[in-house]
């Protein structure tokens, strides 16, 4: 063993008897005192410096620094709890027709979250929202949808799945009989840039919830988002729910296949009602930045080039592109035909309800028509780069069958991906206007 130099001090430098020298009591007093003087302050200092960290540093969108504080962040929410807030909670979850349910939809302020939220109010249902507000991609835009839902009455909590005190707190506050859980880490390739904040939020925030959901009495139905991500490398199409999932092409699409296990090991061990959704590659207005439909048009109108990827020998790269109507509908049909979960107080009672469905268009379209449909739309010629299909997690195509859904509760999807990205546009050129203010 390697000996420092701390070591060597009272050791011979050659073989024989060791000989042991008599301390010097006051010398070593003298830098005891010393070392435990500036130990002291030191750790003050230490001390300063992580209170300033946690608490006083603004919020970056650099990738390797949110994969490093991601724990932190996420779980910082804002004050909650206190009579205004429970009235707030419970207002905005209250059942305003005969039928309705009280539901608890995580994600609320997300993409796919607002539109749900909407439709669920819009019917009669009473919708309590719950969202970390993360910035995964300009929160200037969930906070803009926050206020569409607000106007609506509303409410999204600002917290984090990972939250157990806060989950426990919503559900004493209010007996919700359904979970719509769409909160995620989304994104194929950002994957590869921040690998924790998919197991954090996809799996371990998945874990959280269900945790909650098992423990209280009644336990609600849950109804969450698997991605048509699992099907991963699959080759067989039109896509279905009795393919094979097990060869995931990206770190994503293995925490939405690993969700749909745990979804399963809930089910049996402890009856909660679970259905999971499939999405494919959802789009339209008051939509994710970081999907091409959305970046094309941004840099289509501001003279940029886009790349147009192409797949092995100067294949195809086609999309079965969901306009958002269509899977809301779908959400709202999965929730409507879930059963009641059967256990209490964290034990089953009886086989409950596990479902997966797919929700796509079942129309793939090439990436190069959707940017076609665009020129048009957007009277402007793109700048195309063609370029072959990385390996970042990114398949050739998606392809769904939906007969499930059709049989199930009548799923079927009525618009055609040129009069949805005509509705994309209109709300693109009426948030952003010429573009400038997409930029921050």
């Known amino acids: 063993m390697k000996l420092s130099h701390m070591d060597n001090i009272n050791t011979p430098s050659t073989p024989g008897k ?17 070392y435990l003087a500036k130990l002291t302050f030191w750790s003050f200092v230490f001390m300063g410096l ?23 962040r996420s779980l910082k929410t804002r004050s909650w709890g206190g009579p205004d807030w429970e009235k707030r909670v419970k207002s905005s979850s209250k059942i305003r027709s005969k039928s309705g349910f009280s539901v608890l939809v995580t994600g609320a302020a997300g993409f796919v979250g607002t539109h749900v939220s909407a439709a669920l109010k819009r019917r009669g249902d009473g919708v309590l929202g719950l969202d970390n507000f993360n910035d995964y991609y300009d929160p200037a835009l969930k906070r803009a949808r926050q206020s569409l839902l607000e106007r609506s009455g509303i409410f999204i909590v600002e917290g984090d799945i990972n939250d157990a005190a806060l989950l426990k707190k919503l559900f004493e506050v209010v007996h919700f009989t359904h979970v719509m859980h769409l909160a995620a880490q989304a994104g194929v390739r950002y994957a590869m840039q921040n690998p924790n904040s998919y197991i954090h939020s996809n799996i371990a925030g998945f874990v959280n919830l269900l945790e909650i959901c098992k423990n209280v009495n009644p336990q609600p139905a849950i109804v ?18 009795k393919d094979r999932t097990d060869q995931p092409a990206s770190l994503y699409a293995a925490t939405k296949k690993a969700g749909e296990e745990i979804a399963h090991t809930y089910n049996h061990i402890y009856g909660l009602s679970l259905t999971g959704l499939r999405f494919f590659t959802v789009y339209g207005p008051w939509g994710r930045p970081d999907m091409a439909y959305f970046f094309f048009t941004k840099d289509i109108l501001k003279g ?35 059963e009641k979960s059967t256990g209490s107080g964290g034990k089953k009672k009886g086989a409950a309800q596990l479902r997966v469905f797919n929700l796509g268009n079942t129309s793939p379209v090439p990436v190069s028509d959707l940017v076609s ?27 769904a069958n939906i007969s499930f859904a059709q049989r199930e509760f009548g799923y079927k999807p009525t618009t055609d991906l040129h009069t949805g990205l005509k509705k994309f546009v209109r709300w693109y050129v009426s948030y952003y206007g010429s573009g400038k203010k997409s930029d921050h």
């Open 18 to 34: 060791f000989k042991m020298e008599k301390p010097n009591y006051n010398h070593r007093f003298r830098w005891h005192y010393s």
């Open 50 to 72: 992580i209170f300033i960290f946690f608490f006083k540093s603004p919020p970056t969108s650099n990738p390797s620094s949110i994969s490093s504080d991601l724990s932190r």
């Open 224 to 241: 969450w988002a698997s991605s048509s991500s699992v099907y991963g490398l699959n080759t067989k199409v039109p896509f279905s729910e």
């Open 304 to 338: 940029k080039s886009i790349p147009v990827f192409e797949s092995a020998n100067h294949g195809t790269v086609a999309r079965d592109f969901t306009y958002i109507d269509d899977v809301v509908k779908g959400c709202l049909g999965a929730l409507d035909t879930a």
């Open 373 to 399: 449909i665009l020129e048009k739309l957007l009277k402007v010629k793109a700048k195309r780069r063609t370029m072959k299909l990385p390996r970042n997690g990114d398949v050739p195509f998606t392809h």
